[in-house]
């Protein structure tokens, strides 16, 4: 399954509202998707697990939704560390496959 | 808390052995779940390579398979990744990382480790 994340790079100010989208080849169990945030340097961070619930410690500004083909990723209220790549992924077929990542940056 | 710690060289030549290992802590491996590799090449995405369960049973990513080995030791609670014929497409920083047990995404990782292929 082909994941397909939009938009590429999202430019954004601290405050407004982020929505990201992925997008799937074929239909994913929803238990078996996840949102990622990762930062210069640093692993990977798991942001949401099952399409919609959040990781521990997640701030609730963060929330997924989406079922299907279709999910996304809402942060409600951007704060000045939210600005970094995330990516999806979903498990399939007893494997597993990535987005190619939305890039967040600061307006 | 649970943490991961990847080990191994950092530079490996061209058509030879790719051979890390991942130190876990804070969670006894047989306890469950799966555990992965995932590598991202600089500047790009993230590609899952494989997992292992604790019993051994291991998953590849059918674009490396031919070339990729996982084996698990509960004596050491550690897990490795071996992968052979390397290129210079090897060059990635590697992870390692504990599933959420039924959930199939990637709680804990390690913080990787940067192998490059070059003579």
């Known amino acids: 399954i082909v994941l397909t994340q939009s938009p590429g790079t999202l430019t954004l100010s601290p405050g407004e509202r982020a929505t990201l989208s992925c997008r799937a080849s074929q239909t994913v169990i929803s238990n078996y998707f996840s949102w990622y945030q990762q930062k210069p340097g640093q692993a990977p961070r798991l942001l949401i697990y099952g399409a919609s619930s959040r990781a521990t410690g997640i701030p609730d500004r963060f929330s997924g939704s989406g079922s299907g083909t279709d999910f996304t990723l809402t942060i409600s209220r951007l704060e000045p560390e939210d600005f970094a790549i995330y990516y999806c992924?979903?498990?399939?077929?007893?494997?597993?496959?990535f987005g190619q990542g939305t890039k967040l940056e600061i307006k | 808390q649970v943490q991961l710690q990847e080990s191994g060289p950092g530079l490996v030549k061209p058509s030879e052995t790719l051979s890390l290992t991942c130190n876990v802590s804070g969670y006894s491996i047989s306890s469950g779940t799966f555990w992965s590799w995932i590598r991202q090449p600089p500047g790009k995405g993230l590609e899952w390579i494989g997992n292992i369960y604790h019993s051994g049973n291991p998953y590849y990513n059918p674009s490396l398979k031919s070339r990729v080995t996982l084996s698990v030791d509960t004596s050491k609670n550690q897990f490795s990744l071996k992968l052979n014929s390397v290129t210079a497409a090897d060059t990635a920083i590697y992870y390692c990382?504990?599933?959420?047990?039924?959930?199939?995404?990637?709680?804990?990782w390690g913080q990787g480790v940067l192998v490059t292929v070059s003579s």
């Open positions: 992924q979903q498990y399939g077929n007893t494997w597993y496959t």
């Open positions: 990382a504990r599933d959420l047990w039924g959930n199939y995404c990637f709680e804990y």
